[in-house]
């Protein structure tokens, strides 16, 4: 493994702390190279302060640690159950964020009420169902990820087009094309959970115009995206 994903890896949980989505040593972030079918994640249970790119743990895609000195986070089995069943990700954020923890032990998927949630995701962001005992009591978090990626398959959601998801009673998780644009989108869903929180309370029947939706995913994303500036 380079260490050049071990930089990026480290930068990204680093970067949760400094947004403000991780308190204590409630998060992660993790890379993957789909060349070489490994992935790096923050060790377990190891507070940020102090932490620096050589305590990263590089595990294969069924978990076995293959660097590190450390162990690898408790939450590495959700993350491989993501990278499993969508091959477009890169990078995967979870926190435990206030506002959207509260939608997740409330059960609901985020709504999309306007420009700023659908600058970013194009349909609501989903809660996945409640966990059987069954799963709780086996494989917990490998089954974490499968409930989210059961959401996606039974909604005909796009893992490109919605990077985030809610585990329910738990938190979300976030992801993109490499470690830091899933930090980016980790610290947008929890932006837009605190704004669908105030706007609901303000107005219960709030709700974005499906049409406004459509343009504000598609103006920056897709092949007619014309937001930022031209790379040719």
């Known amino acids: 493994m380079t260490n050049t994903l071990n930089e990026e890896v480290f930068k990204a949980n680093m970067a ?7 308190l204590f040593t409630w998060g992660n972030a993790s890379g993957i190279d789909r060349e070489k079918g ?8 190891v507070p940020y302060d102090g932490m620096t790119a050589a305590d990263m ?15 690898p986070s408790s939450d590495t089995p959700t993350h491989l159950a993501l990278y499993k069943a969508f091959p477009g990700v890169g990078g995967i954020v979870h926190a435990h964020s206030t506002h959207a923890v509260a939608w997740a032990q409330a059960g609901r998927d985020i709504p999309c009420l306007g420009t700023t949630h659908a600058d970013h995701f194009s349909r609501d962001i989903p809660c996945a169902r409640n966990m059987t005992g069954e799963e709780i009591n086996g494989e917990y978090e490998r089954e974490t990820g499968n409930v989210i990626v059961e959401r996606f398959r039974e909604g005909g959601l796009d893992p490109g087009h919605v990077p985030g998801a809610l585990a329910r009673n738990h938190g979300p998780f976030a992801w993109g094309k490499d470690p830091a644009e899933a930090v980016y989108h980790a610290v947008v869903l929890e ?3 605190e704004m669908a929180f105030i706007t609901l ?14 343009k504000h995913f598609h103006r920056k994303h ?3 995206a014309y937001y930022g500036q031209s790379t040719h």
């Open 57 to 71: 743990v590089t595990v294969d895609m069924e978990g076995r640690v293959v660097g590190g000195r450390l162990k």
């Open 191 to 193: 932006r837009v959970a």
């Open 38 to 45: 490994l992935v790096v994640i923050k060790p377990s249970g």
């Open 201 to 214: 309370a303000l107005n219960p029947a709030a709700r974005a115009n499906e049409a406004l939706v459509k």
């Open 16 to 22: 949760l702390v400094a947004n403000g989505l991780v």
């Open 222 to 224: 897709g092949p007619g």
